[in-house]
Nanobody, 118 residues
């Protein structure tokens, strides 16, 4: 299991940028795919972006081109740089981890609130 702690959420206006950080700790963090999920009010949690140890990334369609996920393997950290934010990006953002051989994200942070005002 990996322990995850997010930081960096807040309130911004549409069009602005925000950077989320997630510190990971535990055994063999490099063996985990790290990612970001979000949950908007009244909606199901959805995957936003993921990144492997080697830097392979995936983005959900609505954030591709606006969000950038990155990973610092020396610091066991993952980041989500969000640009051109829209009100529909509002939600609780969760850092998540899944073992490289698993299909399920099994470790979750406590979440950080991102609010984008129009």
């Amino acid at each position: 299991q990996v322990h995850l702690v997010e930081s960096g959420g807040g309130l911004v206006q549409a069009g602005e940028s925000l950077r989320l950080s997630c510190a990971a700790s535990g055994r063999d963090v490099l063996d985990y795919v790290l990612g970001w999920y979000r949950q908007a009010p009244g909606k199901q949690r959805e995957m936003v972006a993921t990144i492997t140890w080697g830097g392979a990334t995936y983005y959900e369609n609505s954030v591709a081109g606006r969000f950038t996920i990155s990973r610092d393997n020396d610091k066991n950290a993952v980041y989500l740089q969000m640009a051109s934010l829209k009100p529909e990006d509002t939600g609780i953002y969760y850092c998540a981890a899944r073992y490289i051989d698993s299909s399920q994200f099994s470790s979750w942070g406590q979440g950080t609130q991102v609010t984008v005002s129009a």
